[in-house]
């Protein structure tokens, strides 16, 4: 007998939120760059600080929150007197971030999707790549249209040590969460950082609106489509 299905995960980039990956991140460099450059970093070097940054949170082993593996790497590059003007990256997410919402698409079927499996009763928790402080991530899920409250749980770079696409990211999740990988159900848009949590026995369903793609994996091995699919799959699981 299958495991009953009581939990799904849901990326949030090119999943629950509609994006280009490129055109969004253009748009996040050239307002962090405007924000804090001014404080004496050349632009150029900031951007790749930034990507050292994320590079070290990516390769994270748990030794450390993603935070503390971020914050790490940019003052091995900057010296530790950068961190003093942690409190102007802060501002920047509270401030500028959120025109970046202007560089993102919104499909009303997520939020209706969302709203739709938790009336059915399953718990819905945000499996977002932890890269961004709880602040970004938050403001995301609201330019998505649904609330933080909306999820039983969502990762954060102060809450996680791992990131897509280690399956331990979704083992510390499942932690969390306390419940097995064959209770859940990953929902995301990327074949290389979502679908990887079938390797550790979770469910997967891939979401094809915002289809990433890079490794040209073979994809008919995957359940996916649009939101209205989902919905129609996870019925059939529930029967």
């Known amino acids: 007998m299958m495991d009953k299905l009581t939990t799904i995960l849901f990326d949030l980039d090119g999943t629950l939120l509609p994006m280009d990956q490129e055109v969004f991140t253009k748009a996040y460099f050239k307002r962090l760059v405007a924000k804090v450059a001014p404080l004496g970093y050349e632009p150029e070097a900031l951007i790749n600080g930034i990507w050292a940054g994320t590079a070290a949170m990516v390769k994270n082993d748990g030794a450390c929150t993603n935070e503390e593996a971020f914050w790490h790497r940019f ?12 409190p102007v990256f802060d501002e920047y997410y509270r401030i500028e971030f959120q025109q970046v919402a202007d560089s993102c698409g919104f499909n009303p079927m997520a939020k209706s999707a969302v709203q739709q499996l938790s009336q059915k009763g399953y718990r819905v928790a945000l499996a977002t790549n932890p890269i961004f402080p709880a602040v970004a991530t938050e403001s995301r899920i609201r330019w998505a249209g649904l609330e933080p409250a909306d999820f039983a749980y969502y990762t954060t770079y102060e809450n996680a040590t791992y990131c897509k696409p280690n399956p331990n990211y979704y083992r510390e999740l499942l932690g969390k969460l306390g419940c097995s990988p064959e209770e859940c159900l990953m929902v995301g848009n990327d074949v290389k950082e979502d679908m990887v949590a079938q390797t550790i026995g979770m469910k997967v369903f891939l979401l094809t609106d915002c289809l990433i793609n890079k490794e040209n994996a073979d994809i008919s091995q995957y359940p996916q489509g649009s939101f209205a699919q989902l919905l129609e799959y996870v019925d059939a699981l529930s029967k």
Do not use: P, S, V, Y
């Open 75 to 86: 003052t091995q590059l900057f010296g530790e007197e950068t961190l003093k003007d942690r």
